[in-house]
T-cell receptor, first 117, second 115 residues
């Protein structure tokens, strides 16, 4: 079974600074997707960024970027120029690419990101 | 295009009662997923359905829980004889196609409290 581990229950960063959230995962599969979701106090799950395992290039979405290390099974999220609106729980998630089927997401336990003004 | 809708947003039940949670996927989406989030935890996959079919229920407890996604109407997650341990946030997600890409769009969740 796949597992996703987020070793940082809580992180704090000054506004406008850069912060990196860690995520490791365990799988014996070679084709899969990795995601970072943001869950603000409203509890709505918002997709931040996605990475396909077959792509070597790290995904980037504006101030959000990932460091995907497939051999190390590591998938960290970097948030540049942190803003107060970035404060939320961040969940790393894994989904198997079963080739035509659609599989459920496996989530880590989350990292609570605090932005200090 | 309205997003994924879930109702009710909050549901309170006494032990032994039944809870029915509804999920209307995004327009055009025929794949629905249910997840449960216990306090201080990440979301846990429960079940994946297509119209009139349960595709994967590997995360669903064997007893008291059932799910359906009829040809017409919303998907329903039913919990019979609720216990305090069922208190959680239940999220529904929908997607348009299987395979790549297959982004799952999440609803706002239903927070179930069992007294």
């Amino acid at each position: 079974a796949q597992t996703v581990t987020q070793s940082q229950p809580e992180m704090s960063v000054q506004e406008a600074e850069t912060v990196t959230l860690s995520c490791t995962y365990d799988t014996s599969e070679s084709d899969y997707y990795l995601f970072w979701y943001k869950q603000p106090p409203s509890r709505q799950m918002i997709l931040v960024i996605r990475q396909e395992a077959y792509k070597q290039q790290n995904a980037t979405e504006n101030r959000f970027s990932v460091n995907f290390q497939k051999a190390a099974k590591s998938f960290s999220l970097k948030i540049s120029d942190s803003q107060l609106g970035d404060a939320a729980m961040y969940f790393c998630a894994y989904r198997l690419d079963s080739g035509g089927g659609a599989d459920g997401l496996t989530f880590g336990k989350g990292t609570h990101l605090i932005i200090q003004p | 295009n309205a997003g994924v809708m879930q109702n009710p947003r909050h549901l309170v039940r006494r032990r032994g009662q039944e809870a029915r949670l509804r999920c209307s996927p995004m327009k055009g989406h025929s794949h629905v997923y249910w997840y449960r989030q216990l306090p201080e935890e990440g979301l846990k996959f429960m079940v994946y359905l297509q119209k009139e079919n349960i595709i994967d229920e590997s995360g669903m407890p064997k007893e008291r829980f059932s799910a359906e996604f009829p040809k017409e109407g919303p998907s329903i997650l039913r919990i019979q004889q609720v216990v305090r341990g069922d208190s959680a946030a239940y999220f529904c997600a929908s997607s348009i196609l299987a395979g790549d890409p297959n982004e799952q769009f999440f609803g706002p969740g239903t927070r179930l409290t069992v007294l």
